[in-house]
């Protein structure tokens, strides 16, 4: 078939910053909506909407902007897939790890009491 396309090129990886984008902008219309929708309550008049349909309206819309706004705090929390190209450079061997080698960490300092005592020896 001509038009064949390769399975490889048709990987995509996760981007959770895009999805939260997309949630973000999402909630921000849903909360464009409510706001349109209670100017319109709050000046009254024949096309105002009555008590029952303001409940009703504020819970869907107002529940839908904390929801997607939840999903977007989410997603930018959530930590990008490495790709088949970074995954393969991160598990050879001799790369530099985030963690140092060995029993002390980052912040602490050796010991300056125990190379005393050495040198006195």
Request: charged content about 30%.
């Amino acid at each position: 078939m001509p038009f064949k396309k390769d399975d490889n090129k048709q990987k995509h990886s996760f981007s959770p910053g895009a999805h939260g984008t997309v949630y973000l902008l999402g909630a921000l219309y849903l909360a464009y909506l409510l706001v349109t929708f209670l100017q319109e309550a709050y000046k009254g008049g024949e096309d105002a909407p009555s008590l029952p349909l303001l409940i009703v309206g504020i819970l869907v819309l107002g529940g839908g902007v904390v929801f997607l706004g939840l999903m977007a705090w989410r997603m930018s929390r959530v930590q990008p897939e490495a790709t088949e190209g970074e995954e393969s450079e991160s598990s050879e061997p001799g790369t530099d790890s985030a963690e140092p080698d060995g029993d002390e960490s980052e912040g602490d300092e050796p010991d300056v009491e125990e190379e005393e005592t050495d040198e006195e020896e």
